[in-house]
């Protein structure tokens, strides 16, 4: 199994941006595809991007897509989330999760492993 680290979050004004990154323990993190939700209060937990085993594959929710970009350091064992031109509505609880079988990116009901999350506040 995998325990995921969540850094990186904090308070930016809006048009600002900030890199979030996810840290995994364990050997076999390169067998992990991973993904990026958000929470914001009174909302359901969304989907924000996902990227597969090796990288080689990404995928974003249409609110984020040409603004965000998530990346991943095998060697490192971390995920990336790197923001830009943020918004008051990105404003949430961002949490990283992993899938080590079946995965369908955008279904916060097939990752097995999330983190604690970490707070990202936009003000305008």
């Known amino acids: 199994q995998v325990q995921l680290v969540e850094s990186g979050g904090g308070l930016v004004q809006a048009g600002g941006s900030l890199r979030l990154s996810c840290a995994a323990s364990?050997?076999?993190?390169?067998?992990?595809?991973m993904g990026w939700f958000r929470q914001a209060p009174g909302k359901e937990r969304e989907f924000v991007a996902a990227?597969?085993?090796?990288?080689?594959?990404?995928f974003y929710a249409d609110s984020v897509k040409g603004r965000f970009t998530i990346s991943r350091d095998n060697a490192e064992n971390t995920v990336f989330l790197q923001m830009r031109s943020l918004k008051p509505e990105d404003t949430a609880i961002y949490y990283c999760?992993?899938?080590?079988?079946?995965?369908?990116?955008?279904?916060?009901?097939?990752?097995?492993?999330w983190g604690q999350g970490t707070q990202v506040t936009v003000s305008s």
């Open positions: 990227i597969s085993r090796s990288g080689g594959s990404t």
């Open positions: 364990g050997r076999t993190f390169s067998s992990y595809a």
């Open positions: 999760a992993g899938e080590s079988s079946s995965w369908n990116p955008s279904d916060r009901n097939k990752y097995d492993y």
